[in-house]
Nanobody, 116 residues
């Protein structure tokens, strides 16, 4: 069983930065990790992912502003969010799995609020 705890959200002004953390417990070797977000009244969307081989992907909306990374020794994945915009306001969720599908594990979510 894998447990994910995501944290690091908060309230910031536009242009500022936050770093989200996703701490995993359990066996996660070979897992992909990803960050999703869900804004009020909108569907959950993918933000970024990091595969077991280190390959990373980003949504167009965050390209050049967000950086995903992983500390394997700590079994923790980070999302460095720079130059935040009001449209980045959402609950951010960490997810992990061999394949990020229905069987993936999810964190509880952390709120990010960006004011203009």
């Amino acid at each position: 069983e894998v447990e994910l705890v995501d944290f690091g959200g908060g309230w910031v002004q536009a242009g500022e930065s936050l770093r989200l953390s996703c701490s995993a417990s359990g066996f996660t070797r070979g897992y992909e990790f990803a960050w999703f977000r869900q804004a009020p009244g909108k569907e959950r969307e993918g933000v970024s992912c990091i595969k077991s081989d280190g390959d990373v992907q980003y949504a167009d909306s965050v390209w050049g502003r967000f950086v995903i990374s992983k500390d394997s020794a700590k079994n923790t994945v980070y999302l460095q969010m720079n130059n935040l915009k009001p449209e980045d306001t959402a609950v951010y969720y960490c997810a992990a799995g061999l394949v990020l599908g229905p069987g993936a594990y999810w964190g509880q979510g952390t709120q990010v609020t960006v004011s203009s």
